[in-house]
């Protein structure tokens, strides 16, 4: 099996000018709606032989679904290998033998550990990682079974520690408040994938071209600590 966890740089091509490393939720989209232009300006840097790349600490989508998602909301035809997602970087972390796997989060992380080849479960019993993303379908009944996890042993792995989750209404809940629920009730702190920590910087480096890097963002503690 072909882990979603190699990441390609594409075609060589020429040198580019540099490399573009681009938040998405709240810098290009902002849920379902696209930001004014920024499809333009991506299409844009293409043209002008930047590398562009996409880093997201969501993994409600896999990358196949963020490039589409892409393309519906701004217009712009992001490649599939173009995109880095921070449950790309929970598999990095956990490794092939890290499963089983109980995933607490939206149908594109499970998919996204799975096609990296980690076994999933519902059973906390047998459970060796408990991986924690976005959950806007968060029940009790996940909490329990996460917590009853870990206090049997499982590493709890974070996609994200963002509190917060940018949508057309404002601020909602993001990953990191449901990782803190679950860190609390087990008493034990999560070790965290995304950006912008180690194991997203791995990812990124791999595709990375020579030249100078710009990172585009919207949280100084994610997106421009990754830079840094």
Known sequence: MTSLVTVDAGEAGPPARGNLVCD?????YVSGTGVPGAGEVLAEADRRGYHV??????PIRTREEVAAHFAATTGYPARTEQVITAAMA????????????????EGGLGD??????????SDPAVA?????G???????????????AMLGGARLIACNDDPTYPTETGLWPGGGAVVAAIATAAGRPAEVAGKPYAPMTSLLRR??????????????ETDLALGK
């Open 53 to 58: 790349v996409f880093a997201t600490n969501a």
């Open 112 to 121: 996204t550990l799975a096609e990296a080849g980690l076994a999933l479960t």
């Open 90 to 105: 929970a598999a990095l972390l956990l490794g092939p033998e890290g499963g089983p796997v109980l995933a607490i989060g």
């Open 24 to 28: 998405l939720d709240g810098v290009v």
């Open 134 to 148: 976005l959950d806007r379908q968060l029940t009790y009944d996940h909490l329990r079974r996460a917590t009853q």
């Open 128 to 132: 060796r990682a408990v991986v924690v």
């Open 207 to 220: 595709v990375l071209r020579p030249g100078p890097t710009w990172m585009v963002g919207d949280r100084p």
